[in-house]
């Protein structure tokens, strides 16, 4: 069977509409520190202060800064006592407040004398000085980074709780190099993420991996397009429905959006450029309501050149940061080259005809 688009194609903003009707948010999962990077937090745990008391930053004597006014090289100090030796993380002896290194110190049998002076503070960190008790790991709706998962091990927090969306991805035979490079995003954006592959390009081999009964959203890369052996969109329609193919997207043109069930289902083309601009336009909404993200941060930025676009078609920009300004580097079509140097993407809505030159724009980078 050969597939062919309608007439008319549907505008970014119905097929959308049409994908988010009825997905609520997943629900949220206690998961280790190491595979919670990228998911998105619900809540976040207060950590304890620390460290818990003062220890030693560095090797060294432990001394009160006080005892030590006047202290040097031509006016040795003697210590009516041997002062105490700590290494870097030691609790610091009771009444000591400095930490001086070891040739600030002469020690010859029970008598010691110090060469320098010290301040309070010096080579110590203090209770609560690398996390101030209270402190959150991660902030609820957003990704958890690394610097999360830094303060969560250092407070010794064993999980933390996310949002991690199950995907599914169906490889259609040909679209190899694509699927894994969808398949790589996913799994950097925090979802959980099986592959299958189906055993050839027909609408019966790809129906027969259509399987939603352990995932929250389905994803299927390549045989989306007119081609006599793209049948992606026809086994969607076999197994569940099609809500929309054919959209007024570019790059994304073939896309099609459809349900699995209550599974929603996003059909990406092929080609590199053509899915991941059907990635960015489709499926990190979708993710973002599965996931209860808070929006995403936008940079702002003037255009450094003008960008054109066609009426009635939504098409993406990519943009590279250039002296302060948006570079356009691809609009519609995106050659490979474009797309490894993007910093940035835009979406120019199909009613404008595009932007000027210094007009300021909101994008979404391309790597948060």
Not at 292 to 314: D, E, H, N
Request: hydrophobic share 50%; charged share 15%.
């Amino acid at each position: 069977m050969i597939q062919r688009l309608p007439p008319s194609l549907t505008p970014l903003d119905t097929a959308l509409a049409a994908l988010l009707r009825g997905v609520d948010p997943v629900a949220p999962v206690a998961l280790p520190l190491s595979e919670a990077i990228g998911c998105v937090a619900v809540g976040a745990p207060r950590l304890a202060a620390y460290p818990s008391h003062d220890v030693a930053a560095a090797d060294g004597w432990a001394l009160r800064a006080n005892d030590l006014v006047g202290a040097s090289a031509y006016a040795p100090l003697p210590l009516a006592t041997a002062p105490v030796w700590v290494d870097a993380g030691d609790a610091m002896p009771e009444g000591c407040d400095c930490v001086l290194d070891a040739d600030a110190v002469e020690v010859s049998g029970p008598l010691a004398q110090v060469l320098a002076e010290g301040v309070p503070g010096q080579g110590i960190r203090r209770a609560g000085g690398d996390i101030a008790g209270g402190t959150t790991a991660g902030a609820e709706g957003y990704p958890v980074g690394p610097a999360d998962l830094l303060l969560a091990g250092v407070a010794a927090v064993e999980g933390l709780s996310v949002r991690r969306p199950r995907l599914c991805i169906v490889n259609v035979p040909g679209a190899t190099t694509t699927a894994h490079m969808i398949a790589g995003i996913a799994r950097a954006a925090g979802l959980d993420v099986r592959t299958l592959e189906a055993a050839a390009r027909d609408e019966a081999s790809i129906a027969d991996v259509l399987d939603a009964s352990a995932c929250d959203l389905l994803l299927t890369v390549g045989g989306s397009g007119l081609g006599r052996q793209d049948a992606a969109v026809t086994a969607l329609a076999r197994r569940g429905e099609v809500l929309a193919h054919g959209l007024a997207l570019q790059p994304g043109r073939t896309a099609a959006v459809g349900r699995l069930g209550k599974v929603p289902v996003v059909a990406l083309p092929g080609s590199p450029d053509h899915a991941l601009a059907a990635w960015l336009a489709l499926m990190l909404p979708l993710i973002d309501r599965l996931s209860a993200r808070q929006p995403r941060r936008q940079i702002t930025l003037p255009l450094a050149r003008k960008i054109a676009s066609t009426v009635g078609i939504a098409e993406i920009a990519l943009l590279a940061e250039e002296h302060h300004a948006w570079m356009p580097l691809a609009v519609g079509e995106w050659p490979l080259q474009a797309i490894a140097r993007a910093d940035a993407w835009l979406i120019i809505p199909a009613s404008h005809e595009g932007f000027a030159a210094a007009t300021p724009v909101d994008a979404y980078l391309m790597q948060e």
